[in-house]
């Protein structure tokens, strides 16, 4: 087998215009838009996006490029198990669609933080704030970085070239277009990863013989065995790790996370943000079944002579590059399709994280600094903190180069920082009782025990008898070479010196570090709540928490008519007007009653607060 080609000029022209079509999307928003209101507009899209487009951009930032180069190879060595992460999707997107996005979208937030000062106080605000600032930034120049290496090694293409680029686009079309120019632009990019994935599905059969083929081969070197209910934590991936640890994985990504959020409040109403996310849940599992189907292919083809083992690749994450250039190298411009593919998900994923860093960044720091901005200020700091933010994140990338196993910690840390911020929005919606001193004292302990365990397995990786990877062959293979023999190595040095820490603790499934985050914020602040004095819910606005009853009958809270008194000229958002009056526990008593009506659940269109201006004159009126 001799080694693949490289990219032609055709396949840069194609890649190119990707970029070109991304940045002349923010140039034409920004020209569109240019008179309109630019706080609400520029950052969350005037609030007036449909569903359709939010859908699409959701799944594009959600499926990086590490999705469409890594879940492949992850099948290709551990077969279709990876499957089961539609289970954990089909339960973020219930879980973010029915008990986070009612509380955000009716408090007329923009900021997803904005709610923690509403149900406890501005240091937890500041603390989720700046948690969630540094694990993007590390995020995101690792997603940057991790596929523009992968495919440089691979198909020549030029790493810094790649990565400048990503940045440079990016940081353009956010600052120009804002909000309204990433979700276009990333509905644009998820048409090009399907169309790059599917490209790849019906050449790649045909070059391994056949779907039929494809699929007994894989069933004779054991891919298809999906189910192992092994319940063991060490496990790397098991029924249980995919679909428990990966619901508590991608929640913390998904269903707080400001990017996410930012976009489901950029809706009309509560109902086409509820549908945004069902139809984003259509597409997470269209990717994901290309994804796992490409596996199964590219194992197919080289079920005879796996590329990694004989040498030709030095690392996993360049199978599917390598299997792209081989299959495609004779068509001018399609490798250059399947590149776009990869880097459209990494687009959409800096894009979506540029954006929401901004926000937060506004939202939770300069707008509490300086309140009297006016529009035009406020919309040249919001681009001044996008063009930051897109220096940050590509510098991020760089330095990522240079930091060589930190990459794999970095991969791990929306886990590491993700459960334990996911725990501290739970307590405060789903525990009404839960004080001030149990929400620091819980995100400390779950901050601390995520990290624990997360660091220690960067320090102590776990044994290679948890992962259970599959057989690869290399009989077929025209070349002589020790296939792992410095795995081996590498395996015996792994084995001395370890503590019963190391064997246990840190070698916990990666996907588990959520969980262990969210489990100890969660206890810890329940047990410290009770300890230190339970603080009575009725001291709560109504709005700010959600009952297991509310998310399983889908109900929607509405004030009653005479709450909402008689004026309802504007549907105000119940966050701002609290701000004004705040006192020294950080909440208002409201004693008004909310309804419950699971038949009617008309929304007030173009609004995106159940709650009245007058609102403030009630809660006088009832103190």
């Keep these: 087998m001799e080694t693949v080609g490289r990219f032609q000029a055709g396949d840069y022209v194609v890649f190119a215009c990707l970029f070109v079509v991304s940045s002349g999307i923010g140039v034409f928003f920004a020209i569109k838009e240019r008179n309109k209101a630019p706080s609400k507009e520029f950052l969350v899209g005037g609030r007036q996006m449909s569903c359709g487009p939010v859908a699409l951009s959701l799944t594009a930032s959600f499926m990086s490029a590490v999705t469409v180069i890594g879940a492949p190879a992850d099948v290709y060595r551990f077969g279709a198990s990876y499957v089961i992460f539609g289970v954990a999707y089909t339960f973020v997107v219930f879980f973010t669609a029915e008990l986070f996005l009612p509380v955000f979208y009716r408090s007329g937030i923009t900021s997803t933080y904005e709610y923690l000062e509403l149900r406890f106080c501005k240091l937890v605000r500041v603390a989720a704030t700046l948690i969630y600032i540094i694990q993007t930034i590390l995020y995101t120049g690792v997603v940057v970085y991790a596929p523009a290496l992968a495919l440089n090694q691979v198909t020549g293409f030029d790493l810094w070239g790649s990565i400048f680029a990503t940045g440079i686009v990016c940081t353009f079309y956010c600052t120009l277009g804002g909000l309204k120019a990433v979700v276009w632009t990333d509905a644009f990019q998820m048409v090009v990863m399907v169309v790059g994935f599917l490209t790849v599905l019906i050449q790649g059969s045909s070059r391994a013989g056949g779907i039929e083929n494809v699929w007994s081969t894989a069933r004779t070197g054991g891919r298809l065995q999906v189910f192992d209910f092994d319940v063991s934590p060490l496990r790397r991936h098991t029924f249980w790790t995919l679909s428990v ?114 926000t937060v960044m506004y939202e939770d720091f300069v707008s509490q600094c300086f309140p009297d901005l006016s529009n035009r200020a406020a919309s040249w700091i919001s681009k001044a903190l996008c063009v930051a933010f897109g220096v940050a994140c590509t510098t991020m990338a760089v330095a990522a180069s240079y930091m060589g196993g930190i990459v794999q910690a970095a991969l791990s840390i929306h886990g590491m920082c993700g459960g334990p911020v996911l725990g501290l929005f739970s307590l405060g919606i789903l525990f009404p009782f839960t004080n001030l001193k149990g929400a620091v004292g819980g995100l400390i302990v779950g901050i601390s025990l995520s990290f624990w365990v997360g660091v220690g397995a960067f320090i102590y990786p776990a044994p290679s008898n948890n992962t259970h990877a599959l057989e690869l062959n290399t009989a077929g293979c025209n070349i002589t070479a020790a296939a792992f023999e410095p795995t081996s190595a590498t395996v015996t040095q792994l084995t001395s010196d370890r503590n019963w820490l190391a064997d246990s603790w840190y070698s916990m499934s990666y996907l588990y570090y959520s969980a262990v985050g969210f489990i100890g914020t969660v206890a810890a602040g329940l047990l410290i709540t009770l300890l230190t004095g339970p603080m009575d819910p009725k001291l709560l606005k109504p709005g700010m928490t959600r009952s297991v009853k509310d998310v399983l009958c889908f109900c929607t809270e509405k004030f009653t008519e005479a709450d909402l008194g008689e004026g309802k000229e504007d549907v105000g958002d119940f966050g701002k007007a609290w701000e004004k009056h705040p006192d020294q526990g950080c909440t208002l008593r409201m004693d008004e009653k909310f309804r419950c009506s699971c038949d009617n659940q008309q929304e007030n269109g173009n609004t995106n607060a159940g709650f009245d201006h007058n609102e403030t004159s009630i809660v006088q009126k009832k103190l």
């Design 245 to 358: 640890g990966g619901t508590f994985t991608w929640l913390g990504i998904y269903g707080v996370n400001q990017s996410t959020i930012q976009r489901c409040i950029s809706c009309k109403t509560e109902g086409h943000a509820r549908w945004a996310l069902y139809l984003n849940l259509l597409g997470l599992w269209i990717i994901l079944f290309c994804a796992v189907v490409s596996g199964l292919i590219m194992y197919s083809y080289y079920s005879h002579c796996d590329p990694w083992s004989s040498g030709l690749i030095s690392a996993p994450d360049q199978l599917m590059p390598y299997f792209v250039m081989e299959i495609l190298g004779a068509f001018p411009g399609l490798p250059g399709l399947f590149v776009a593919c990869a880097f459209s998900g990494t687009l959409s994923t800096v894009a979506a994280s540029i954006n929401a860093l901004a």
